[in-house]
């Protein structure tokens, strides 16, 4: 935001020079990216009068101009701008003036003519870039007068960045109360009062309170829109890189730089019946004041009369009602958003404007009224006209609601590390205009104004005083903390040894955004609760996630289509099943896809499958030493016949699979193959321990049963495990058959069990015992026959 430092010195005048006010803006929070004068550096312009302008005797595009600059004769100087003329007053550069462009004005003949200086145009003396014509000056002007005083040229433009937090500075008056609070001032009374004449009476309503809370409106008829704007109100709105409209329009400019509150008016001949504040009705059209023509949503709020909507609320006016210089009844609007209601309405239609600048940040639910008041003040000042009673829709219930905030002496010595004087403190909060109650435990209860959004809990009320001491002035102490430091069980596995376990087979990591588009929600987890943003970045980061994939899947996408085939990404995350802090689940997940291993010579291509990533994700279940099943099972986003459930006890903890040709058909994305695991639940293991390696020879001995189909091999050897043998080691299937002389529905599973003891070298009858014992468990469970 660009602002005058003389308008602010209107409200606010330290005795400090201005380099020293923009420094103390930036401490105290609100950062002056820049602080430049409104014109460079020059010498010798003063204010001159055109008194006779005839044509060059030799030129007929150039003037020859008689000059009084009040020194008792007249300057003869040659012009070439169209616009010059008799009895103008004018900017005059006399000989031994220097320009900012370093120009030193000479004596000099123009096709034979002297010429004893020059008349200035605005890009001449560094204003702006206007060459066409010279400048005219205000009649009262006084001759000779140094033009530097004259035009004001000494004021200085402050160059604000202000946080999305203070809305509340995006104003006049609002940086002016920041620098009475640093400067212990006071700020000046702003009770403006219209004069009321008239009698025109105007109704509207509001169908939505929750999202408008205060809407008022003020008919003013007979104004004369074609009247000039004053030159010092156009001088402070071009000083604050506003454009010049119309009178009418150029006041509620005006008002919205010099109090924050954003107004709009309509020309009252063109509104059809009442206005109604409410919802947009689907695919309702509007063109708007910048000439475009929108079709709304039905979550935009806007202001209609009976036959449609004429702007969008909080954000731009509609063309059918603008103000025009023939525009002679004008209807004043100020109201109150909800700035969750507004928030990114702006951008979803390719719109930036002051006003949704403003109410996305928050705007003064009580200065509305003041806001007319100023507004028809300077109406009828400017264009004239009469004025009617105000009229207002308010609902109390759906307004801000400031509650009380409690905060102790000892609270803010302790998070600011310093005690501050009690007194102090309580003059602070007089200039930061809160109301507050000093208690008898040394603690105050505290009211913030209904300008500052940003004052919800103690920590804000800390922050206040910090800054206004000054954070320069913090002193440096050694920190401390009170904090009980619970011990972290051995048999609990980090994050960083799921992530180096993946990494070491090839994975890279990934970190995607938590918030997906509704179409990537639908194909990737369709069946999980669907939390919509309220204010999404875009409509592509509209859906919190309730699955790592859809970030994996667009990251493997972006790759392929840069020409990295052979994709290997995994990401640990954040994912959403609702809105509480318990409904947040930390999960692991990957995707592969493209070639097993990059081309070699010595060896053919072979693209991943299931399996590859089965045994990845073994790996990472290796870890916690528990038992885990695989069991083939259907998912939205998976490819039937090639997906499995991962099984903790009888929970689900995860899933595997081929991602779904349907997905691969919308996205164009190749056979790939995904995987996801609830992290809390493997991230609980066993306490390491070290064991002597056996001096004594391993046996192994194969058994092959027979058992139904739909038995997996990976519960026989579970179920074998489970024993807990001693001096087994290792369980291996190597062999599955079905055909000859196997009964139908059955197959034939072959595995080899591995025996070793660190005692002694085991003998055949201790083996067959073992052996036998197992054989005995998968005839009972599972109703093996041994072959």
């Not at 606010?12 to 923009?22: G, I, K, R, T």
């Not at 530097?148 to 002016?176: H, K, W, Y």
């Not at 730089?257 to 009252?268: I, R, S, T, V």
């Not at 055909?739 to 067959?768: C, F, M, P, R, W």
């Amino acid at each position: 935001m660009n602002i005058s430092t003389r308008w602010i010195r209107e409200w606010a005048n330290p005795d400090v020079s201005d380099s020293e006010l923009s420094e103390k803006l930036t401490m105290a929070g609100l950062e002056v990216d820049r602080i430049a004068p409104v014109a460079p550096p020059f010498e010798g312009l003063v204010v001159g009068h055109v008194v006779s302008c005839d044509k060059h005797p030799n030129a007929d595009k150039l003037s020859l101009c008689e000059i009084d600059i009040g020194d008792g004769s007249n300057l003869q100087i040659i012009c070439g701008a169209p616009n010059v003329r008799k009895d103008l007053k004018v900017v005059v550069a006399t000989v031994g003036s220097v320009l900012p462009s370093k120009l030193k004005i000479k004596r000099a003949k123009l096709r034979g003519v002297e010429s004893n200086g020059m008349l200035c145009s605005e890009s001449e003396i560094g204003l702006s870039e206007s060459h066409e014509g010279i400048i005219e000056l205000d009649m009262a002007a006084t001759l000779g007068e140094n033009i530097r005083s004259v035009l004001d040229l000494d004021d200085q433009i402050i160059e604000l960045d202000i946080t999305p937090n203070r809305g509340d500075c995006f104003s006049v008056m609002g940086v002016a109360r920041e620098v009475c609070v640093n400067y212990n001032l006071s700020m000046p009374s702003t009770n403006y009062k219209a004069e009321q004449k008239g009698s025109r009476s105007f109704t509207s309503k509001v169908a939505n309170p929750s999202e408008c809370a205060k809407y008022l409106t003020r008919v003013i008829e007979g104004v004369d829109n074609s009247a000039e704007t004053p030159k010092w109100m156009a001088q402070k709105l071009l000083r604050a890189s506003q454009q010049l409209h119309s009178p009418i329009v150029d006041i509620t400019n005006y008002v919205l730089l010099e109090l924050g509150q954003p107004m709009h008016a309509f020309d009252l001949k063109t509104i059809n019946g009442d206005i109604e504040v409410r919802s947009a009705h689907k695919n309702e059209k509007l063109e708007l004041l910048n000439g475009q023509t929108v079709s709304l949503t039905e979550k935009t709020l806007v202001i209609a009369d009976e036959k449609s909507a004429i702007a969008i609320a909080g954000v731009m006016g509609g063309m059918k009602t603008a103000t025009l210089e023939n525009s002679s009844e004008i209807l004043f609007e100020s109201a109150f958003f909800d700035p969750i209601s507004i928030a990114g309405i702006a951008r979803s239609y390719g719109l930036h404007t002051e006003a949704s600048l403003r109410f996305e940040r928050g705007v003064d639910f009580n200065i509305t009224r003041q806001a007319i008041e100023r507004a028809t003040e300077l109406v009828l000042e400017i264009c004239g006209g009469t004025a009617s009673q105000i009229n207002e829709c308010v609902d109390s219930k759906s307004l801000p609601v400031l509650e009380p905030i409690e905060i102790s002496n000892d609270k803010i010595s302790r998070v600011l590390g310093f005690d501050l004087e009690p007194s102090w403190i309580e003059s602070k909060f007089t200039f930061l205009e809160f109301e507050f109650t000093t208690n008898s435990d040394n603690s105050w209860t505290i009211k913030p104004p209904s300008f500052r959004f940003d004052i919800r809990i103690p920590a804000d009320i800390i922050e206040e005083l910090a800054r206004l001491y000054g954070y320069d002035k913090i002193p440096v102490q050694r920190l401390s903390i009170n904090a009980n430091i619970s011990a972290s069980s051995q048999a609990t596995i980090s994050s960083n040894d799921f992530s180096s376990s993946l990494v070491n087979r090839g994975y890279k990591e990934v970190i995607t955004y938590s918030f997906i588009s509704n179409e990537m929600h639908e194909l990737v987890d369709p069946n999980s609760a669907k939390i919509l943003l309220k204010n999404p970045i875009s409509d592509d980061m509209a859906v919190m996630r309730s699955s790592l994939w859809s970030g994996l899947i667009q990251s493997a996408k972006s790759n392929i289509r840069r020409g990295h085939h052979n994709a290997r990404f995994f990401e640990l995350g954040q994912c959403f099943k609702g809105t509480l802090v318990e409904d947040q689940v930390q999960k692991i997940a990957g995707i592969i896809c493209g070639n097993r291993h990059e081309s070699q010579w010595a060896g053919s291509e072979r693209e991943v499958d299931f399996f590859d990533a089965k045994a990845d994700v073994q790996a990472l279940l290796f870890h916690s030493k528990n038992v885990y099943t695989f069991e083939a099972a259907e998912h939205p986003a998976l490819q039937m016949g090639q997906t499995a459930k991962i099984i903790k006890g009888n929970k689900i903890i995860g899933w595997l699979g081929a991602l779904s040709p349907k997905i691969q058909k919308s996205l164009s994305m190749p056979n790939s193959f995904l995987f996801e695991v609830n992290q809390k639940d493997i991230e609980q293991g066993e306490i390491s321990c070290y064991e002597p390696f056996s001096s004594f020879q391993a046996s192994q001995r194969d058994i092959a049963i027979v058992v139904s189909k739909e038995i997996t091999a990976d519960q026989l050897i579970h179920s074998i495990r489970s024993l807990k043998q001693d001096d087994l080691v290792d369980v291996n299937l190597f062999d599955v058959y079905e055909g000859e002389h196997i009964d139908e529905g059955s197959k034939s599973v072959a595995l080899n069990l591995t025996y070793q003891s660190i005692e002694v070298t085991l003998t055949d009858e201790q083996l067959a015992e073992k052996v036998s014992k197992i054989v005995a468990h998968l005839e009972s469970k599972f109703s093996a026959k041994l072959r």
